[in-house]
């Protein structure tokens, strides 16, 4: 236990890179610790650095399993369930699959004109961007293992039961169809094609993503220490009977990945901000996002349309009161 | 030789596009490299990750960012 501990310190929350830096702030830049900027600059460090380790280790072993579901697969393997459990395994899958939802159109495209109940796509597609090994690696090392177990899980729940209300709903006829070419035979990958697959993901999302990162950075670090508390608690705080649907309003027009969210929840956590209403914000940010939505409007119209926007709205709000209810 | 780059435009796609016309001009090869925004298009041709690499009309690869030296090989394989 005592060992376990250690590792998960030394692993996962890298308390070894919190003491490298608070010697580099301290002993290299000169700066207190205590003082307001001394703190500043040891957490956009130490959270950068953090994340950018955390980052690559965790794609690559991720892009590894995932060389193993391409989406011709995940569309065969959906294909032959029947049901309810199609909105399970839709959600399941879309955890192991690309990060980039711009990839996630042209396989929203492809599982619906090959016929997949357009539930089971939504499904997928909800849990996608949201859901997957790597923000629950990166949820674990920054908030623990429970609170990374509840977003995965909740994140879960929402894109069956979201996949499941859209095809009660039938409004199949919203979708853009395509004519699509008949699948090729998968190629069969090597131990090599799967590393040379795996160092090519991390330095593509990398390369993305790094901005992103520095920018969520720099919020949480203004939010950690320059922000008055008093204006975040008022705004986000327990007393506010509006807190969650503010922080989902605010996440919308942001467009990132669950990276460039951790370090502001993380700051929003460490100023007091309940559970539910950080999952709110991130769930928000990574899933309903102007961006996104604007891209998934080119294949998805109408009533459909504003019925996914609706549900993920709601469904986003309603996990947010849950989780404060509950007080987890 | 007809070269397509598919996909819907976001940075991936842009990088292939610069692969390839470096490929192209180092093996000094006439080839048309046309851009296939349109995700019907890219369906037709049964392609579900981008970016995407067509040449002569078959799908070469799929889903990542090749580098020039690839494709040299794949547009000399194809001729």
């Known amino acids: ?328 | 030789m007809n070269i397509k780059i598919l996909g819907p435009g976001c940075k991936n796609c842009k990088k292939l596009m610069e692969n390839t016309e470096e490929a192209v001009r180092d093996l000094n090869v006439e080839a048309t490299i046309e851009k296939v925004e349109d995700y019907g298009e890219i369906a037709r041709l049964g392609v579900l990750k981008t970016p995407g690499l067509v040449i002569d009309g078959d799908v070469v690869s799929e889903g990542k960012v090749i580098a020039a030296k690839s494709i040299k090989k794949l547009i000399v394989d194809k001729r």
């Open chain 1, 1 to 328: 236990m005592v060992f376990f501990q250690w590792m998960n310190d030394q692993l996962f929350k890298m308390t070894w890179l919190y003491d490298l830096v608070e010697w580099l702030v301290e002993g290299v830049f000169g700066l207190s610790m205590s003082s307001r900027i001394g703190e500043s600059v040891h957490f956009f460090i130490y959270d950068t650095v953090k994340i950018f380790i955390l980052l690559t280790a965790v794609i690559f072993f991720i892009s590894y399993i995932q060389s193993y579901f391409p989406p011709e697969r995940t569309k065969r393997l959906l294909g032959n369930v029947k049901g309810f459990l199609g909105y399970v395994i839709g959600a399941l899958l879309g955890t192991l699959t690309p990060f980039c939802s711009c990839s996630s159109i042209p396989i929203f495209i492809g599982f619906t004109s090959s016929g997949l109940p357009v539930g089971v796509t939504f499904s997928f597609l909800i849990s996608s961007p949201m859901v997957d090994l790597a923000s629950f690696i990166m949820l674990m090392s920054f908030f623990g293992l429970k609170f990374s177990v509840i977003y995965v899980v909740v994140g879960l729940i929402l894109a069956v039961v979201g996949g499941y209300i859209i095809d009660r709903l039938d409004l199949g006829r919203d979708v853009v169809r395509y004519e699509t070419a008949s699948d090729k035979p998968l190629d069969e990958l090597t131990l090599k094609d799967r590393i040379d697959f795996s160092i090519q993901q991390v330095k593509e999302i990398f390369q993305r993503v790094w901005l992103y990162v520095l920018g969520g950075v720099f919020i949480g670090a203004l939010i950690h220490n320059w922000i008055p508390e008093s204006l975040i608690t008022s705004i986000l705080g327990e007393d506010n009977p509006f807190a969650v649907v503010i922080a989902t309003v605010i996440g919308m027009p942001i467009y990132a990945d669950i990276f460039g969210t951790l370090p502001i929840a993380e700051a929003l956590i460490a100023k007091g901000v309940s559970v539910g209403t950080i999952l709110s914000f991130m769930m928000s940010v990574v899933a309903l996002s102007l961006p996104s939505l604007i891209m998934l409007s080119k294949v998805v119209k109408g009533k459909l349309m504003v019925a996914f926007v609706f549900i993920m709205f709601v469904g986003i709000i309603l996990i947010g009161y849950l989780f404060n209810f509950l007080n987890v």
